[in-house]
């Protein structure tokens, strides 16, 4: 479902990986939008280490970062203070207008940060999720996730989860009830090949969500870090969540998630923790990262709006969606081969689902790289 790309053979060769991936290239270095393989073959990356890459692969500035912070101190451990953790925090805090912030390493963790807080704050049980969600792999964040694919060789998973119509605010109307301790949704569902709900959905959400005295849980970690032009999606609707989970471009491409929450919604000592959550050289990485992504951040819709006009000149593309740089192209014809074809021809994007193509770039990429990209895309297609 979420294919790899074939390119050069070095990864052919048996190699000590469990099989969980579908890997071709291999990939030595980056530079900006672009990166470059084993025999120095140069890519346009529109997958932008699907969505961690939010500003550039060697960015001089993230670089410097690193290598200050990893000279300083790694990690002193959830058993002390550090200065960059408690900024990212404040810093977290003020861009969702919540409260307080658990880290982690992980868009899976996060997301079991969120189921766990949403149970200890309500004492209720049940979560309703959504048909097509994705939230990770890990045993809680699988069983919010709807794909029985992924689930089948896992059972038991986590009871009390039950997923209803995306976008559709009367389904979930009909099954929530007082016993809901939360609802978990993604504001536009990217594994599920970028599902833009209709406007006001989320609003709607929201609405049955405090009649019904359950949490609004938003998964972000695809769609928030300014993907979609604001920091957080659901800034789209001005909704306030009650927690958040963010992961992905947060920290360019360092392992780093975060559960956000308001409404004095907090764990208590021992509930739950991470030893590397938290970290000196990811929270300042972060913090450098979000830098970058506010001075980024104002241009993202005009470049989702260039790229969706250059894809919608293109034939064989029957339907583009998405907001800002979270896109995805419905094609004539079998992905996959599409997206090999875009390899040899010096542009990554990712085959989902058979007929569609994503596109999570850096959000640095500049027009004349949209425009490349898009030519690579329709030389193929056009001429197949
Ligand atoms: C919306 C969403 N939630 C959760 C996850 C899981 O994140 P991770 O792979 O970092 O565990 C993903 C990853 O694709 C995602 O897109």
Redesign the pocket.
């Known amino acids: 479902m979420r294919g790899g790309i074939e390119g050069n053979t070095a990864g052919e060769k048996m190699n000590n990986l469990m099989n969980c991936y579908a890997k071709e290239i291999t990939l030595e270095y980056g530079k900006g939008c672009n990166v470059f393989d084993s025999s120095g073959k140069k890519y346009l990356d529109l997958i932008g280490g699907?969505?961690t890459c939010s500003v550039g692969h060697g960015n001089a500035e993230i670089v410097k970062t690193v290598a200050s912070q990893a000279s300083k101190i790694i990690n002193p451990s959830n058993y002390f203070h550090s200065e960059h953790e408690v900024k990212l925090a404040e810093k977290l805090a003020s861009l969702s207008g919540l409260e307080k912030v658990f880290f982690c390493n992980?868009?899976?963790?996060?997301?079991e940060g969120a189921i766990k807080l949403a149970k200890k704050h309500t004492g209720k049980q049940k979560i309703i999720a959504m048909k097509n969600g994705?939230?990770?792999?890990?045993l809680g964040?699988l069983s919010a996730t709807w794909n029985p694919k992924y689930k089948e060789k896992f059972k038991p998973l986590v009871p009390g989860f039950e997923h209803v119509e995306f976008g559709n605010a009367n389904a979930l109307a009909e099954k929530i009830g007082k016993e809901t301790a939360a609802v978990l949704l993604?504001p536009i569902?990217?594994?599920a090949g970028i599902i833009v709900p209709p406007k006001g959905y989320l609003k709607q959400v929201e609405k049955i969500c405090k009649e019904n005295e359950a949490l609004l849980v938003l998964?972000e970690?695809?769609?928030g870090n300014g993907r979609t032009g604001k920091f957080f999606c659901f800034q789209h609707e001005s909704v306030k969540p009650n927690i958040v989970?963010i992961?992905?471009g947060i920290a360019n491409g360092l392992p780093m998630?975060a559960v956000i929450s308001g409404n004095g919604i907090d764990f208590e000592k021992g509930d739950h923790g991470s030893t590397f959550g938290g970290n000196s050289v990811c929270c300042a990485v972060a913090l450098k990262t979000i830098e970058i992504i506010e001075e980024l951040m104002p241009g993202v819709g005009k470049k989702g709006e260039l790229f969706v006009a250059e894809l919608e000149k293109i034939g064989k593309i029957k339907e583009v969606r998405g907001k800002g740089l979270m896109l995805a192209a419905k094609i004539e014809g079998d992905a996959n081969s599409v997206a090999k074809e875009c390899a040899k021809k010096g542009a990554l994007v990712n085959p989902m689902h058979g007929n569609l193509l994503r596109f999570l770039p850096p959000l640095s990429i500049g027009g004349k790289e949209i425009l490349q990209g898009t030519k690579i895309i329709k030389g193929i297609l056009e001429n197949d």
């Open positions: 699907i969505a992980s868009g899976t963790e996060a997301v994705f939230h990770g792999r890990t964040a993604e569902q990217g594994e998964d970690i695809q769609s989970a992961a992905k998630g």
